[in-house]
């Protein structure tokens, strides 16, 4: 297995982390403003940011981090973590589609959802994007400590 990635790999990786946290940010402000009008710029912004930045950010988790979490872990546990971060990727594409969909609603002027259940749907969403991407961050940091990300 080639364990050689670009250094620009990780620091894309590491800059889509960030766009992620932002957009987490920008929701947590929507969600707190709830519900007044958003402003459909905004929602504009995320509805076309927001499922690409995610699904280009789990394409270099699995490229470059998955491989080496197997190379360090025991097959077993390699692979019942990896197929752990497979299932949370399709669950975060989900929530992330479904985020756009119900700011595409919004943006249009209504909602088949209630103020209350989108602000719900976006805090379950950025708290879980948040924590993902710390997990994410942290075994970065193991991979460098053992020299098998740069």
């Not at 190379?71 to 756009?100: G, P, Q």
């Amino acid at each position: 297995m080639n364990m050689m990635a670009r250094t620009g790999d990780f620091a894309e990786l590491e800059e889509n982390y960030r766009e992620l946290l932002s957009w987490c940010a920008v929701l947590e402000a929507v969600a707190d403003f709830l519900p007044c009008r958003i402003d459909q710029q905004v929602c504009e912004q995320i509805c076309s940011r927001l499922v690409p930045v995610l699904e280009t950010t789990q394409a270099l988790e699995e490229r470059l981090v998955f491989p080496r979490m197997e190379s360090c872990l025991f097959y077993e546990n390699a692979a019942v973590a990896i197929a752990r971060r497979r299932d949370d990727h399709h669950r975060d594409r989900i929530a992330a589609e479904e985020v756009v969909l119900t700011l595409g609603e919004l943006k249009t002027g209504g909602s088949r959802m209630s103020w209350d259940a989108i602000g719900y749907m976006l805090r379950s969403f950025f708290c879980c994007m948040r924590r993902h991407i710390i997990a994410e961050q942290e075994v970065l940091r193991m991979l460098k400590n053992a020299k098998l990300a740069r």
